[in-house]
């Protein structure tokens, strides 16, 4: 039997105490040992000038490229063939020589990644599932990931979110038995101060059970997806509910935070929502500032962004130089980024990011053969919808899968079919399916867009 299935068998208060050994056992991997150190000298450069950090980064990235020379199949074949030395990489620009990687190359030949000179004792294994369930394995290292979470607690600390604040989490893990139908439907990890909310039991019968536990425990700090943090805050206003006092803080990670979710979050709550982008794979970070503002991590990783064909969004590629173990240069993590060309008044260096549009979706195909690739302006005022998803079979119409707010009526179905056509146009078929729940991916995330076209699906286009 694995542990999973050893977890799902136990009482509640057992897998307490098994959320909790495995909280201990991730907060030393990832705040123990050098954290300190690596912590300090991360927040020492949050206001260097923009001159330094990038001569910083610079001297990362051509270190790193001479290591991938030196000590990575893939990147030693690759070099060689583009007729480059490592010294030729010293600052973004000179990457552009070297094609843009994607997962399905890595998915070909993982070994091909593996630096050599990292021996396999030092290796921690990790992977990442995307939106299509096309997942990555990679190896890591206790120090790439400490350089990590240097970044990431520097971020939260910015907003006043210190080390062993407590946290009502809610994300993909399942810690709680899907088979289990009445509450809890949350578990403490007491080492690592979270308590781990399920996403899988978030359905009407059940929401109210989480808000009162919310309102017994009173955490500071709620963090997660916003798809999971919004079903909450809508729930909570349609019920006209509260949870008896204002938390300090609400971050949200791995999924856009969409213009609605943001309404709905502040309305329930009182509290604006932060976020930061990142990946597991390393290759970017994006931080959220006092002012609001969505800043490179210019010290993280080399971040490039590619224009997208439509001019105004760009993919974001990125080069891990913090990890010698597994060594991506210029890969292509799937993400869509708007870009800024204000400064912020913070002072901090480097580019700022105007909006994160995250993943990119299956796209909507429409009457004309246009393919939409972002759809969430349609549901940005539609404040009574508490879900919607939409799917598609045949290119020219689509359906629109709602989970209905309290108080939907006639007129939001209206202005749904409305805002819709405004965006689609008149030729493109709309319907609307009602539904009490949507389908998460098996990592827990909403999807915004379902394809069953194959030329509008992400992963036909991923693999182009
Ligand atoms: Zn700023």
Known sequence: MDLERIYSILPWQLQNVAASAEGWRVKRLQFGGDFPHILKEAIDRTFWPLEKIQDYRNRQLRDFMRHCYETTPYFQALLRKSGAIPDDFACLDSLRRLPVLTKHIIQEDYTAFLSNRIPSKARLPAHTSGTTGAGLRFSTTREAVQRQWAVWCRYRLWHGIYPGTWCAYFGGRS????????????????????????????????????????????????????????????????????????????????????????????????????????????????????????????????????????????????????????????????????????????????????????????????????????????FKDMVNIREAQIYQTEPGAFTIRVVRGTHYNETDEAMLLSETAKRVGSDTKVSIEYTSFLKRSATGKLRQVVSQIPHGRLDAREAT
């Open 175 to 378: 810690v709680v038995p899907l088979s289990q139908d009445r509450p809890p439907f949350w578990r403490h990890n007491y080492p690592g101060k979270q308590i781990l909310f399920s996403g899988y039991h978030m359905n009407e019968n059940n929401l109210n059970y989480y808000i009162e536990a919310i309102r017994r425990f009173q955490p500071p700090w709620i963090h997660g997806y916003p798809s999971l943090i919004s079903l909450l805050a809508s729930h909570m206003i349609d019920k006209k509910l509260d949870i008896g006092y204002q938390p300090g803080w609400i971050t949200i990670g791995a999924e856009n935070l969409l213009e609605h979710q943001k309404k709905l979050i502040f309305e329930a709550f009182g509290v604006k929502a932060r976020q930061h982008y990142g990946s597991v794979e390393a290759v970017a970070n994006i931080s959220e500032c006092e002012l609001g503002n969505l800043h490179v991590d210019e010290d993280f990783s080399a971040v490039e962004f590619l224009p997208e064909e439509s001019g105004c969004r760009y993919r974001v590629l990125g080069t891990n130089f913090t990890n010698p173990a597994f060594p991506l240069v210029r890969y292509d993590i799937g993400d869509v980024v708007s870009l800024s060309d204000r400064q912020c008044a913070c002072n901090r260096p480097g580019r700022v990011v105007e909006d994160i549009d995250g993943r990119l979706e299956d796209y909507v195909i429409l009457a004309n053969g246009a393919k939409l690739g972002r759809t969430d302006h349609i």
